[in-house]
């Protein structure tokens, strides 16, 4: 059983059953939804970004210095970090897999922007999202991403979606709606709302609207999902 734990915005981690923790996008410092700082998160064994944005490559540097976890990115951006002293890196591209001791980790197609952190003026290419396969189970973090007809491709290979419904910068719920319809995943775990007032959205809601087609579980920061 892999455990996901939501920590606001586009953060979680999965504990896999081996003891293996793996965060994605860790925006902890200055996310007003963050229930944890940096620190908090004890032993981490992998970072998974999804692209450079400061929400979601967050405090990866800091937590990745003290844990000597390895960052699972794009080739631009684990370059990046490497030039800014974290040791382990694993380049991945979009399409590619790589099989971790823990399980396959696949990046998957998001159709956003490609800058790095805030200040730095340097861009990347395509961000990503991640499939992630743990202890049997398949989940998805869709990163940022519009609505992109290339979800279909995921279609009945996902347990638990990890999915953007705050509109503005990705997906509102609507189409996070019709994404649902493409993937088919059993469950849907919308993030990325909330955070700041343009992307306010009511969970409860997309929750109606998605209906039947996947359980839908609204977590709040700290709570966690047994996949
Ligand atoms: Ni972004
Ligand atoms: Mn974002």
New binding site residues.
Partial sequence: MAKITFHGHACFHIDAKDGTRIVIDPFLTGNPLADVKPNDLGAVHYILLT?G?G??LGDTIAIAKRTGATVISTFEIVSFLQEKGVSKIHPLHIGGGYNFPFGRVKMTPAL??GMIDGDTGKYTTV?GGFLVHVDGKAIYHAG?TALIADMQLLAGQVDTALLPIGDN?TMGPEDAVRAVEMIQPKVVIPMHYNTFDVIRQDPQAFARRVGSQAKVVILKPGESYEA
Avoid: M, N
């Fill in positions: 692209h944005h929400d979601h956003h922007g961000p940022d910068f």
